[in-house]
């Protein structure tokens, strides 16, 4: 099948890896020129724009950074949505409020377009690995074309409802993540305070109540020997406050979210936004 991938950065370069070694022909674009040559490189065929992407597929996938990043891809003069034909899929993979994508959703049908909102969670290693989870908003039919496709990004692909579902769910998930992620922090900047090391904590709380398979994946982060980049501050952030704008139209409290980004924005303000949740801990947990 021709596929179309937009947005190549942590995520969407694995995931177009995978798709293409699924045996699917890869048409792809990304606004840094450095990471489409990479892909190009290993066989896959670079396009000018997202318009060229979609000229070129049955089916495009999107994975970009957020909100404003997918408006532009999609609906720019040179979008996604300018070069499409009657009956492409588009598939989006980013993180996006639920009104956003019923927006887009209402947009791409009223041009003959299918598309679904498909975020996913697993981190960068679950994209390499092909194992992501995908939660899936749309029809059906749209999603029983894609899930195929979806198959090879992630051993667990569930539709969950309507346009719009699938976004909803990825900000409770990203939510409770940043939640877990602030408190363990905090836990480990109170343990330091105890005078307990590093290393026994994160030896002991990973196979205790506290522990998470995918703290495990940042152990190296905490511990400064891995320059890889971490879950920024600022990402955080944005998370937070996109399931916030989504609260905001329903009954329901959220304090223990709220404290978390309370204290987020403390340390946004001491000038750390680009620093890791964790790593950054004592800097910001005074």
């Not at 049908?109 to 909102?117: Q, R, T």
């Not at 908003?137 to 090879?152: D, K, N, Q």
Request: aromatic share 6%.
């Amino acid at each position: 099948m021709k596929i179309g991938f937009v947005g190549l950065g942590r995520m969407g370069a694995p995931m177009s890896t995978n798709l293409a070694k699924a045996g699917h022909a890869l048409v792809v674009y990304d606004v840094r020129a450095s990471a489409v040559h990479a892909l190009a490189a290993s066989g896959m065929t670079a396009a000018a724009s997202p318009a060229a992407v979609a000229r070129a597929s049955e089916v495009v996938f999107l994975s970009v950074p957020g909100p404003e990043e997918v408006d532009a891809a999609l609906l720019a003069s040179d979008g996604v949505f300018a070069g499409a034909g009657r009956g492409l899929l588009v598939v989006n993979t980013s993180t996006i409020t639920p009104a956003q994508s019923i927006a887009l959703a209402k947009r791409a049908a009223a041009a003959g377009i299918e598309f679904l909102d498909a975020p996913v969670s697993g981190a960068v290693h679950g994209a390499v690995a092909g194992t992501l989870t995908v939660m899936v908003g749309g029809s059906e039919t749209a999603f029983a074309r894609a899930r195929p496709l979806l198959e090879s990004l992630g051993s667990k692909v569930r539709h969950v409802g309507a346009v719009g579902a699938a976004s909803a769910l990825k900000l409770v998930n990203q939510a409770v993540y940043v939640s877990y992620l602030a408190t363990f922090a905090e836990g480990l900047a109170l343990g330091e305070r105890f005078g307990l090391s590093v290393d026994a904590m994160l030896d002991v709380l990973g196979t205790s109540a506290a522990g998470h398979p995918m703290i495990a994946t940042k152990y190296d982060e905490i511990r400064g020997v891995s320059t890889s980049p971490g879950f920024a501050i600022e990402r955080a952030l944005l998370f937070l406050d996109l399931t916030e704008a989504t609260r905001s139209g329903v009954a329901a409290t959220t304090p223990v979210f709220d404290a978390v980004a309370a204290s987020l924005r403390r340390a946004e303000a001491l000038g750390l936004a680009a620093e890791d949740v964790i790593v950054a801990r004592n800097r910001y947990l005074k």
